[in-house]
């Protein structure tokens, strides 16, 4: 296990197995975060709902609300990042959970160190701590504006709600508008892991963003798919 560090990150574990949730709530705790556990899916997303969190690790099988409707539900008004639970091997479960607004997911049985490291990563990204220096405050390319403050993003003046992880891809997509930017480089600089060609994650987040620039009034050929190469951004 990593050497316990100090952390300032709250962090809602809704998990109905009590014996894991107790696992990974000590686990957390003795790198240094603070964690609360929720046991079922109404109560997590009042919670969620009632109280500031920096992440949420979501189980997808929950009683009385499962983590999909939790997570539409939560996604309504709240973008804090949530991490899934999900069965191994259940790539519907994950797509479906990145497309309902998932940041990441973890599949079970999963090793605690790469949960940890996994953990680390997301919040690192979505705190925005890598090129924060080295980027702008804010984008303009046409009539998109983006600022990081809030994660504010518009269109044409209309407001789009964007998870952290969309709009850490929207705008380094933006700021190299023109050029096709491969999916190996977008997982190590967005998503910070290696590509595989059997992960879907970027293919959900980039899909998701272009639905909700589209619904604003832009063109869809804007944010191009170049098969075989990456992403484009015109």
Known sequence: MATPQRHTARILVIEDDRTLNQQIIGLLETQGYQ??????????????????????????????????????????????????????GAEEERIRGYRGGADDYVPKPFNFTELVLRIEALLRRTRGANDQRADPDRLSVGELDMARSGLAVSFRGVPLTLTQIQFRLLWILARHQGEVLSKPYLYQVVLEREFSRYDRSLDMHLSRVRRKLVETGMAPDRLQTVHGKGYCFL
């Open 35 to 88: 964690a609360q556990p929720c046991y079922e899916g109404e109560g997590g997303l009042m919670s969620a709902l009632g109280q500031r969190f920096d992440l949420i690790l979501l189980d997808v099988l929950l009683p009385r609300l499962n983590g999909f409707e939790l997570l539409q539900r939560l996604r309504k008004t709240h973008q804090t990042p949530v991490m899934m639970l999900t069965a191994c």
